[in-house]
């Protein structure tokens, strides 16, 4: 079956960084659109990011040149960079495969 295992959240001040990972099992990796998507309390998911086969990407405005999605095929992961941290970032983050496919999700909390 799919799996998909995100790590790297955790706190950390407004302004600093952090790196989220998802290591994908079970599909076809290099074939499957990925993304990232977040929920804050009482807040809808929205997308984050996505990364299709042929490296295209789509971000929401939000995090527009502040936050970078990228993969590796070879390791069948997808990577958030996620600089320039602002406490409205503070959600529970989310892998996706193929808009369907969902991790457990990884809570990210912008505080000082």
Same mark, same amino acid.
């Given at each position: ?72 095929? @070879? ?15 503070? @959600?529970?983050?989310?892998?996706? @495969? ?15």
């Amino acid at each position: 079956q799919v799996q998909l295992v995100e790590s790297g959240g955790g706190l950390v001040q407004p302004g600093g960084s952090l790196r989220l990972s998802c290591a994908a099992s079970g599909i076809a990796f290099s074939t499957s659109t990925m993304g990232w998507y977040r929920q804050a309390p009482g807040k809808q998911r929205e997308l984050v990011a996505t990364i299709t086969s042929g490296d295209s990407i789509k971000y929401a405005d939000s995090v527009k040149d502040r936050f970078t999605i990228s993969r590796d095929n @070879a390791k069948n992961t997808v990577y958030l960079q996620m600089n320039s941290l602002k406490p409205e970032d503070t @959600a529970v983050y989310y892998c996706n @495969a193929r808009y369907t496919h969902w991790g457990q999700g990884t809570q990210v909390t912008v505080s000082s």
